[in-house]
């Protein structure tokens, strides 16, 4: 039993850290922002897969190009090789959320609203575990499709941008 224990502290001290690097990289790139003033930060993952990702998303009306993405990258990376406060060694990808982003921040559920999005739950609801629908309304408890469905966030897994093909 004590070892499982330790492993769960091992992972929450993980995704402490990880939320920490995510918020400081958040506050960097809100400060770099002026220098670019039609870039929106999306959002920043710090993750762990075979290697360390330091993720940060952009994106401005009309989309972002290689050039937004490599300014960024270039400013960003400057800063944090000079505050050194990650610990790993990480690679830093600066791109587009894609146009299937996934919403996780009430400022995306904001952003998107009025726009039809794709919704996974982790158990179903009404015989369905993946909806789709217009977003209506976010309250940060409660998720609103098509004005009527009203779905508790805990039982959403992931909300992305609907895409028609």
Request: proline share 3%; with cysteine.
């Amino acid at each position: 039993m004590r070892r499982a224990s330790l492993c769960d502290a091992v992972r929450i001290e993980r995704e402490t850290m990880s939320a920490k690097i995510e918020e400081r990289v958040e506050e960097i790139v809100q400060d770099l922002l002026p220098v670019q003033p039609e870039l929106e930060l999306v959002d920043v993952e710090y993750v762990r897969e075979r290697d360390w990702y330091l993720r940060v998303y952009i994106d401005k009306e009309g989309g972002i190009d290689i050039e937004d993405c490599r300014m960024l990258s270039e400013h960003l990376e400057e800063i944090l090789d000079r505050e050194d406060f990650i610990a790993d060694a990480y690679i830093l990808e600066v791109s587009s959320p894609g146009l299937d982003r996934v919403l996780r921040k009430a400022r995306d559920f904001e952003r998107e609203h009025g726009k039809r999005v794709d919704v996974a739950l982790y158990a179903p609801l009404d015989g369905k575990k993946n909806l789709t629908g217009e977003l209506t309304g976010y309250d940060g408890n409660v998720l609103i499709l098509d004005d009527d469905v009203r779905i508790p966030m805990e039982q959403v897994s992931q909300v992305r941008l609907h895409i028609d093909f």
